[in-house]
């Protein structure tokens, strides 16, 4: 989805989420695993529900039905365009998710949650979620 429109920046934290993601590829915390397998389920719960609302906004993007008036031509696109930026801020707040779930497991050696995470972002770049 392009737009001319200049892309909507969230600021939700990247500059920590990014030190902390840091800090834990560099080995600087040890969490408990079980403690960060319990927080990660809370985040997957979360993208679950994030990418949800995204298919539903993507809909939205392109609804019909408004009628032939301009005004209500008006009104659709209107409404196509803060569905899309919705949706872009639904791809930052995952980006952030995803690094904070990274960050947690490399914090807790998890390694293969680690790899696994990673086949969960190439899947969602492959759906424009996130990308």
């Not at 989420?17 to 960060?36: K, M, S, W």
């Amino acid at each position: 989805m392009t737009t001319d429109a200049p892309k909507l920046q969230l600021d939700y934290g990247q500059a920590e989420i990014g030190a902390f993601l840091e800090g834990a590829r560099n080995g600087q915390f040890n969490f408990n695993p079980d403690a960060v397998r319990q927080m990660v389920a809370v985040y997957d719960t979360l993208l679950a529900v994030l990418t949800n609302v995204r298919k539903d906004m993507k809909n939205a993007v392109y609804a019909k039905g408004f009628g032939g008036f301009e005004s209500a031509q008006e009104l659709q696109a209107g409404f196509g365009g803060k569905a899309a930026e919705g949706i872009d801020a639904i791809d930052q707040v995952i980006v952030g998710i995803l690094d904070l779930q990274e960050a947690h497991l490399r914090s807790a050696r998890l390694v293969t949650e680690v790899d696994e995470l990673s086949q969960k972002r190439i899947r969602l770049a492959e759906e424009g979620i996130g990308a």
